[in-house]
C-alpha cells in the first residue's frame, strides 16, 4: 500500500498528469513493438502451425540464442500473445486475434515498422539522409492496411453505381482490389480494370477477385495507368492514390484520368485530407519524407485541381469518423472533348 507521504511526494515531485501519460503511451509503444517483433520474428506463426518447445521454436524461426528467446517467449506470455505450459508454448488469446484478422495485422507490422521508423530516422533525414522508401517498398502491407476503410469507401461507391449504373469500371492504384470487387459488386453487369504499380499489391488484388467470385469480370495490370491502352470507363475510382504525386502533376494527371471517363461518366476521389488532426500531420510527414513530391492534398485545393482537369466536382463528404477521409465525386460534362473543353451543338 502507498503511504500518504510517498503520495504526496509523487504529487510534489513534477507533473504528475504528464508522468502518468508518458508512461501510458511508452506502455503503449512497447507493446506495440512486442507484436510487431513477434511477426516479424515468425514466433507467432510458428505458434499457430503447431505447439513447440523452445528448441523447436529457435529451430522453426532460425534463432541460435535459445536463452534469449525463451526470454522473449515470456515477454509474449506477459502480453497474452503466447502460452507457455510444461515446457511447451502455444498460441494466446491476443496472438490468434492478431493472425485471424489480416487488417489488424497489417496495422501492427506498418506502425511497429516505417510508421514509427520515421521518427526514429528523422534526425538524420532531417540533416540529409536519404529519403523514405516505404511507399516502394512496403506496397503490400500498405494495401492490407487500407483494408480498414472499406466499409466507408463501399459505401460511397455504391451509391454512385446506383445512380452512374456503369458498365465498365476502373481502378486506379486498386491496392487489395477491394474497392474494385465493391463496385462489381454492385453492378453485377459490369466489368472492371484495376491497375497498380506496385507488384504485390497487384498480386492481393487479383488474389481479392478471385476469392470473391470476380476474376471472370475484372482484369489486375501492373504499370502506370497512363501508359496503359484502356478504352472508356463510365466509372473510375482514385481511392488512396492522389497523395503519392507532386502537387504540380496532380492537374495533368486528374485530366488524364478524365480522359478516361465516357462522356457523362464519374470519378471518385477518396483521400486522406491535410487537417490539423494528428493522424493527418502524421501522414503527410511521412509521405514528405519519402523518395519524390507527395503530401496530403487540402480538400479545397483538390476540387480547384479536379476543376482546372476539366471535371465538374461534387461536394467534398467527410467518409469516417475520427479521421479526415474524404470523398469527391467528380463527372466529365456530357458534351466535353478529348481537349476538355465543351463542344456545342
Known sequence: MISARATWRLVRAGNLPARLRATRDGQTAVRLQIVGAALDTGVLDALAERPATTADLAARTGATDTALLAAFLRVLEAAGLAEGRAGTWRLGKQGRVVLDDDVVRASYEAFAGFHTDLYRDLRPQLAGGPARRDVTERGGVIARISAALEPFIE????????ELRPERV?????GAGLQLAAVLDAAPGAR?????TDEPAVAIARQTLERRGLAGRATVLHGDVREQQLDPVDLALLANVVYYLPLGERVAFLRDIGRLLAPGGALVVVTTAATPHLISRHFDLLLRAQEGAMELPDTAELVTQLTAAGLRPGEPERITPGAPIVAVVATRPAGQTEEGSSSTV
Open 170 to 174: 476502373l481502378d486506379v492504384g486498386c
Open 155 to 162: 459505401e460511397v461507391l455504391t451509391r454512385t453505381v446506383a
Open 192 to 196: 472492371g480494370i484495376g491497375v497498380d
